[in-house]
């Protein structure tokens, strides 16, 4: 009896979920690569509802139920257990679709050049696509993103239909305006994109490109975004309320404090520095030889600057 044989036959005794059908002792090789039971067992969507007789390179076909809770889920799907094992396999295909839903933009009705998007059509790709009807009669379709970047504008019926002077200011038609911002003219087309050259509300110009002013992720010059931050951070007399609210020494360090403390360091001399950021600039508060002298110092600081202010808004806010 060779090595083999023996080393299989040990296997076959001491592993109770290897049985003696893997093996074809003819050949000395294995038949079955896993035979551990994964019947009731949950991978993301799918459950194992039980083994078939069905064998994919040499691994057991587990007939699989799926809860992903679309309409349109196959309920029951066949996976081998190598790739339920390696969670390669997690749905039967409509959680993705799921996913896809969430972040779906619904262009039903809406109308790019002389196109208007009747209704969704499938996919192209990994873009949703959409059935149009030209003005001229015809129908066609097209993606989200064709529509949107103003890749196409017609059924082909007019070359480069998206004419410039439809969101640009004319005799009939006054300019587009799209939240801050007012279309001044077409600036050029590259590469497949329009941009327009826009006045912002607060007088500013700007260039944009279409899919940005259609997809609504550019809002204005800038600014907006800017008095948006200033009203979040809740500035008083040039300090963020928000970020000094806290009593005194319990304000959270920053990341990456090895101290603990904020505004306490410890230099390359092992000296601790105690310093505080008040109304745009950095105060040194001294230097000490104990971490305790630099947060009680930091505290004091604290308790001057920033109580004070604290106090002085919500006087100032009633």
């Not at 979040?232 to 020494?249: D, E, H, P, Q, V």
């Not at 745009?280 to 002298?293: A, H, N, Q, W």
């Given at each position: 009896m060779d090595f083999c044989t023996v080393w299989m036959y040990l296997i076959r005794e001491w592993t109770p979920q290897v049985t003696q059908q893997q093996y074809d002792y003819g050949k000395n090789s294995f038949i079955m690569i896993n035979t551990q039971d994964l019947t009731g067992q949950k991978f993301g969507h799918l459950t194992a509802v039980r083994k078939t007789e069905e064998r994919k390179n040499g691994y057991i076909v587990y007939e699989c139920q799926c809860d992903c809770g679309r309409p349109d889920c196959r309920r029951i799907i066949y996976r081998s257990s190598r790739l339920l094992k390696r969670t390669q396999v997690t749905d039967c295909g409509g959680a993705a679709s799921l996913t896809h839903a969430r972040h779906f933009k619904d262009l039903t009705g809406k109308k790019f050049g002389m196109l208007t998007a009747l209704k969704e059509d499938g996919k192209q790709g990994r873009s949703t696509r959409w059935l149009c009807a030209c003005d001229c009669g015809n129908q066609t379709h097209a993606t989200t993103h064709q529509l949107l970047a103003g890749k196409k504008g017609s059924c082909g019926c007019r070359q480069n239909s998206f004419e410039i002077k439809d969101w640009a200011e004319t005799d009939s038609h006054p300019a587009m305006k799209f939240d801050q911002l007012t279309v001044l003219r077409h600036e050029k087309y590259m590469k497949g994109t329009h941009y327009w050259r826009c006045q912002c509300s607060c007088g500013n110009e700007t260039v944009v490109t279409q899919s940005q002013l259609l997809s609504g992720r550019v809002h204005s010059c800038g600014c907006f975004a800017v008095e948006k931050a200033k009203e979040n951070a809740l500035l008083f007399n040039g300090t963020?309320?928000?970020?000094?609210?806290?009593?005194?020494?319990?304000?959270?360090?920053?990341?990456?404090?090895?101290s603990g403390i904020r505004g306490v360091y410890q230099n390359s001399r092992?000296?601790?520095?105690?310093?505080?950021?008040?109304?745009?600039?950095?105060?040194?508060?001294?230097?000490?030889?104990?971490?305790?002298?630099?947060?009680?110092?930091?505290?004091?600081?604290?308790?001057?600057?920033?109580?004070?202010?604290?106090?002085?808004?919500?006087?100032?806010?009633?």
């Amino acid at each position: 009896m060779d090595f083999c044989t023996v080393w299989m036959y040990l296997i076959r005794e001491w592993t109770p979920q290897v049985t003696q059908q893997q093996y074809d002792y003819g050949k000395n090789s294995f038949i079955m690569i896993n035979t551990q039971d994964l019947t009731g067992q949950k991978f993301g969507h799918l459950t194992a509802v039980r083994k078939t007789e069905e064998r994919k390179n040499g691994y057991i076909v587990y007939e699989c139920q799926c809860d992903c809770g679309r309409p349109d889920c196959r309920r029951i799907i066949y996976r081998s257990s190598r790739l339920l094992k390696r969670t390669q396999v997690t749905d039967c295909g409509g959680a993705a679709s799921l996913t896809h839903a969430r972040h779906f933009k619904d262009l039903t009705g809406k109308k790019f050049g002389m196109l208007t998007a009747l209704k969704e059509d499938g996919k192209q790709g990994r873009s949703t696509r959409w059935l149009c009807a030209c003005d001229c009669g015809n129908q066609t379709h097209a993606t989200t993103h064709q529509l949107l970047a103003g890749k196409k504008g017609s059924c082909g019926c007019r070359q480069n239909s998206f004419e410039i002077k439809d969101w640009a200011e004319t005799d009939s038609h006054p300019a587009m305006k799209f939240d801050q911002l007012t279309v001044l003219r077409h600036e050029k087309y590259m590469k497949g994109t329009h941009y327009w050259r826009c006045q912002c509300s607060c007088g500013n110009e700007t260039v944009v490109t279409q899919s940005q002013l259609l997809s609504g992720r550019v809002h204005s010059c800038g600014c907006f975004a800017v008095e948006k931050a200033k009203e979040n951070a809740l500035l008083f007399n040039g300090t963020s309320i928000r970020s000094i609210r806290g009593k005194a020494g319990e304000r959270k360090p920053f990341a990456g404090s090895k101290s603990g403390i904020r505004g306490v360091y410890q230099n390359s001399r092992g000296i601790w520095i105690a310093q505080i950021f008040f109304r745009g600039r950095p105060i040194y508060l001294g230097s000490f030889k104990t971490v305790d002298e630099a947060r009680e110092a930091r505290e004091r600081a604290e308790a001057e600057m920033f109580d004070k202010t604290i106090a002085e808004w919500k006087e100032a806010a009633k």
